[in-house]
């Protein structure tokens, strides 16, 4: 993303959510702050009949649709984890790595009191996000247990913002990182994940979903990623970052986590989106891993 704006695949992904809530028949994440957290241009569109008749048409759902359901499984996945985490490890913190648009604090946080928010992301969206937060609360006043942690990635490690910040080493912490390894070079991502764990806890657990090489697709789905890779070449986010999901195992391994879980497109499809009548589906271009600190 540029300085001195909002990233706009995080509009992109609200905008997602936002059509999902509002048009898809039993959703399988719903959002409903999502309308009000995009741009004002992404709300024009999705206000528009006729766009949305064609946004939400069986020919787009069996192929944009794949986007929408990386969005939406995604976020499922990870808040699905998070309940069960809070509720069985009594784990007490939150930190939502390159937090974008997501509304988590407006949705959930007041259902968790005892679970302190850490909202980590590049100043620029952090400010537009802040204010957006504010004006969709009917209170006007966010969560008193969410804190925001502005952090440069580029220039400074994930340890350093959120040593300024509340957050404690000395107990377990739910980090959420997702829709933001793809931007990243692998290298940034596997130096990002040791320093995850240079900081949490033991028994700590990260949630990130990461992007397979289209070369190693198929069909519509290869497709699919290399016109995806163009549109965020078009959006000024470019897709850099792809693995091998045995080798990012062996990488991880060697940190000290432990690979809990490793969901391709087709596990995430047959978990949240088999026999949906509007087609929707998971990306193969994509996977979901959840990993534990030993």
Known sequence: MKA????????????LRANHHLNASNPVFSDSYAFDMTNARWRLLLNNTLFRKTLNSDVLNKTL?????QVVGRSRYTEDLLQQAI?????????IVGAGLDSFVLRLANQYPQLKIFEVDHPDTQKTKIEKLKKVSKSKQLPANVEFVSIDFEKEKLSDALQRSGFDSNHPAFFSWLGTTHYLTPQTTLATLQNIASIAGQNSEVVMDYS?????????????????THFTKFLKEPLIGAFASQDLHQQV???GYDVLEDLSGVDITE?????????IRHTHGSHLIHLKLL
């Open 4 to 15: 001195g704006r909002v990233s706009r695949t995080a509009e992109a992904a609200a905008a």
């Open 65 to 69: 649709g794949k986007l929408t359901g």
């Open 87 to 95: 509720e069985n490890h009594k784990i007490q913190q939150y930190v």
């Open 212 to 228: 397979i090489d289209y070369k190693e697709l198929h069909g519509i789905e290869r497709f699919g990623a290399f016109a995806l």
């Open 253 to 255: 391994e060697k940190m």
């Open 271 to 279: 978990r949240y989106f088999s026999h949906r009548p509007d087609h």
